[in-house]
């Protein structure tokens, strides 16, 4: 299902799909390779969560004239709106210095785990350009606009913690941590009712910049729609019966 290849490394074990970049630099040939893994991941029943690691030392490419970079910038956010629409968990774990399109594909995971070595960079402005993948608006609706335009006006990079104190990063772990804590993070979030993180994902998402009444109206047809599932009345079973709930993604 997935294609082979040099540039990432996509493992799956026990329901959890890990991909790992492999230091490439984000040009056609490789946003191209990440679409068809991330669409073959969305069809994969017996994929439940996805981890993506490796962000360090990926590079921008584009091309020379307006119409090749927004070609470019095209293909990039097609890439991202298919990693948003998973309709699964997906964690990105960083470490070492993450520069540009590579936090940009980790703004588009639900969330960031990070190792102590992490830093977080929008470097573009250095060079005369911004980012192109989503980025200014995924970093201004994590961080807020305040913060989002310091990082793309000055360059600047952040550390893990200073990520996660405005809120880019939600937890930060040793280095020699990171990728097991986010591994058992991830099983520990796929174990819960599928149908229902999904809602709750799609919900949270399809909120963002829609007023809050037509937002809570979204949100009151999900939960709806949660007691028409096998899951929702497990979940229950367990809770009442004092066991562990065994969902079925139904």
Excluded: H, W
């Amino acid at each position: 299902m997935y294609k082979k290849s040099e540039l990432i490394d996509l493992q799956v074990a026990e329901g959890i799909a890990t991909l790992s970049l492999k230091g490439s630099r984000f040009d056609g040939e490789f946003l191209k390779l990440l679409f068809s893994a991330f669409t073959g991941l969305k069809s994969d029943p017996e994929v439940a969560g996805l981890l993506i690691t490796g962000l360090d030392g990926a590079a921008e490419a584009s091309g020379a004239t307006p119409m090749e970079v927004a070609a470019y910038s095209a293909l990039g956010q097609r890439v991202m709106f298919a990693l948003d629409a998973l309709g699964k968990p997906v964690i990105a774990a960083a470490a070492g210095a993450v520069c540009g399109p590579g936090v940009e594909l980790a703004l588009s995971c639900d969330f960031i785990v990070a190792g102590r070595s992490a830093s977080f960079a929008f470097p573009g402005i250095l060079s005369g350009a911004i980012p192109c993948f989503g980025g200014t608006q995924r970093l201004t609706r994590a961080i807020g606009k305040a913060r989002a335009k310091e990082l793309f006006f000055t360059g600047r990079a952040v550390s893990a913690d200073e990520a996660q104190a405005m809120g880019l990063v939600n937890r930060v772990y040793e280095d020699a941590e990171l990728l097991a804590s986010a591994q058992e993070l991830l099983f520990g979030i796929c174990r819960q009712g599928t149908l229902a993180i999904r809602m709750a994902k799609e919900i949270v998402d399809a909120g963002q910049g829609i007023d809050l009444k037509t937002a809570c109206l979204m949100e009151r047809d999900a939960f709806a729609l949660c007691f028409a599932t096998l899951d929702q009345r497990e979940g229950m079973g367990s809770f009442l019966e004092r066991r562990p709930a065994n969902f079925k993604g139904r």
